[in-house]
């Protein structure tokens, strides 16, 4: 490999909640009642960053922009767009993206909001497919909206399916005209299949539902696996998506801010355009700009390249481990993200312990992992697996001697 996704960065200190809140002794009440005992590393598997250097180029941009003293106000340069239009049409062979449908936003999840915002009046309804990432709940609880959940089903293979029929069923009787895809999606891993979403978008047409389609995780996909934009399945579909978009989960850049929307539509570009100013919270960062164009290149590709390797076997390693050691587990591959969901429903059945419980004992031995609950997985984990492989292989030791015993 050419990039480094061996070394176990000492993240402590350098402001990341990934170990400074387990370290902290779960001052914020995040892990149950449980504490890191004395004498277990934390293995961060949490929080979806990232436990690798980011590509060098990111730093690299940063320090030289940095060293020219004078910070002002400023406007995104051609660099910038051109990145961004590169960039999608060299990965997800996106065609006809302009700047001008290219929007600032400072995270993907205000992006959400800021959507949502112009498509809903407090009290509406709005569809997801479950288990949903956690902050889509929060989105709509401190909006005001209520989420309608149209879950997923496992197939034969374990592979999760959208139930459309029940989505039909839902979003007809329910008068729904605003839906969240996640896609792919956190924390089931799925990267759709093209006609999956034209399936999807072709009931979204027949009953008038906008669409905010959250495609954060667009770059982190397994080989055989390639993402397709809700925007480019159909004309219509380009015309009632609004597409949110980041550097922040590719690249490991989240705590740098600095993501955007593409809309296609002029109507809603400009309601979004005036959400996002409305604000006057929604501004760019000169330094997280400069981030972005460096990560949208040549070196940035080809380090996820090998980024994506690393995943692959990882998750190919976890997935197997608890095939063969954790009986009862149930899980399947993820075909993207770095997360792996762990249905524990037959194991705590079978051992007569709750979820409260696995989830603790596997704290007390630095493996901080997370809660599925609020995911809308009733007695699931949620466990991130972009670490180093050997951290990786010692968590998964762990949680046999200390986690899932006999
Ligand atoms: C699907 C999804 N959307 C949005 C976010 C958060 O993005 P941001 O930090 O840019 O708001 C995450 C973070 O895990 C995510 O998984």
């Given amino acids: 490999m050419k990039y480094d996704f061996t070394t176990i960065m000492d993240r402590l200190g350098k402001d990341a909640i990934a170990v400074d809140i387990p370290h902290s002794g779960n001052a914020e009440g995040f892990f149950a009642d449980a504490r890191v005992k004395d004498g277990f590393r934390i293995i961060p598997m949490w929080v979806a960053d990232m436990n690798f ?16 003293p004078a910070y002002g106000y400023f406007r995104p340069s051609k660099d ?36 949502l915002r112009i ?3 407090p009290g509406d309804s709005i569809i997801i497919q479950s288990p949903t990432y956690i902050g889509f709940t929060h989105c709509a609880e401190d909006n005001g909206w209520n989420l309608v959940l149209n879950p997923l089903i496992q197939d034969e293979k374990g592979i999760w399916r959208i139930d459309y029929e029940d989505l039909e069923k839902k979003v007809s009787q329910q008068d729904i005209h605003a839906a969240i895809f996640c896609s792919p999606h956190n924390p089931a891993g799925r990267v759709w299949e093209k006609w999956e979403i034209e399936k999807l978008m072709e009931i979204y047409r027949k009953y008038n539902v906008y669409v905010v389609s959250d495609e ?7 080989p055989g696996h390639h993402h397709t934009p809700t925007q480019m399945v159909s004309e219509d579909a380009r015309m009632r998506t609004i597409a949110m978009y980041a550097p922040s989960k590719t690249f490991n850049l989240a705590g740098l801010v600095g993501s955007y929307h593409v809309v296609y539509n002029p109507y809603l570009r400009s309601r979004m355009t005036q959400a996002g100013a409305a604000t006057h ?54 075909e993207g993200t770095y997360m792996l969901f762990l249905d524990c429903t037959e194991w705590c ?5 709750d979820i409260d419980t696995i989830q603790k004992r596997g704290i007390e031995v630095g493996v901080i992992w997370q809660d599925g609950r609020p995911f809308h997985g009733d007695c699931h984990i949620r466990l991130n697996l972009a670490l180093p492989h050997s951290l990786v292989v010692e968590a998964f030791e762990r949680m046999k001697k200390y986690v899932f015993t006999e």
Avoid at 216 to 222: E, N, S, V, Y
Avoid at 284 to 295: D, F, R, W
């Fill in 349 to 353: 059945r079978t051992h007569d312990v």
């Fill in 216 to 222: 954060i995780w667009a770059d982190l996909t397994m």
């Fill in 80 to 115: 910038y767009f051109d990145a961004i239009i590169r960039w999608h049409e060299e990965s997800y062979g996106t065609a006809g993206l302009t700047p001008e449908c290219i929007g600032y936003e400072n995270g993907v999840l205000g992006g959400v909001v800021s959507a």
């Fill in 281 to 334: 919270y929604n501004m760019m960062n000169v330094l997280s700009t400069h981030a972005l164009i460096a990560a949208y290149s040549p070196e940035g590709r080809e380090w996820v390249d090998e980024l994506c390797q690393v995943l692959n076997g990882n998750l190919d390693y976890a997935v197997s481990y608890i095939n063969e050691n954790f009986k009862g587990v149930k899980t399947s591959k993820p």
């Fill in 53 to 68: 250097p980011t590509v060098p180029t990111v730093p690299q941009a940063i320090i030289e922009r940095a060293e020219h």
């Fill in 119 to 121: 498509l809903c009046q």
